[in-house]
Nanobody, 115 residues
Framework: VQLLESGGGLVQAGGSLRLSCTAS????????MGWYRQAPGKQRELVGS???????TYVTSVKGRFTISRDNARNTVYLQMNSLKPEDTAVYYC??????????WGQGTQVTVSS
């Protein structure tokens, strides 16, 4: 399965973006799909993901601003990002949160938030 992220861009602080991640195969059985980001000079961090109970968890810095959703029929996972801040600037990737479910990394999509 290959992952293709899209939807990034340049946005002013306070703006919104919706990222999409489309898989080349079924991700229906991957319970822990989520979104990561990597800012320049920093390690990749998990922003949020689905959990085995069907709910979602988020890193504290994005709680209340970011929302993950999925459309299994389209093999697509979304990340709605609202109230964006300059510190959200990073390359965003989708993948499974659990190592055992993880795919090869895609190319990611760049999000740049200007102040």
């Amino acid at each position: 399965v290959q992952l293709l992220e899209s939807g990034g861009g340049l946005v002013q602080a306070g703006g919104s973006l919706r990222l999409s991640c489309t898989a080349s195969g079924s991700i229906f059985s991957i319970n822990s799909m989520g979104w990561y980001r990597q800012a320049p000079g920093k390690q990749r961090e998990l922003v949020g993901s689905f959990n085995s109970g069907g709910g979602t968890t988020y890193v504290t810095s994005v709680k209340g601003r970011f929302t993950i959703s999925r459309d299994n029929a389209r093999n697509t996972v979304y990340l709605q990002m609202n109230s964006l801040k300059p510190e959200d600037t990073a390359v965003y990737y989708c993948n499974a949160a659990l190592w055992s479910e993880r795919f090869d990394w895609g190319q990611g999509t760049q999000v740049t938030v200007s102040s």
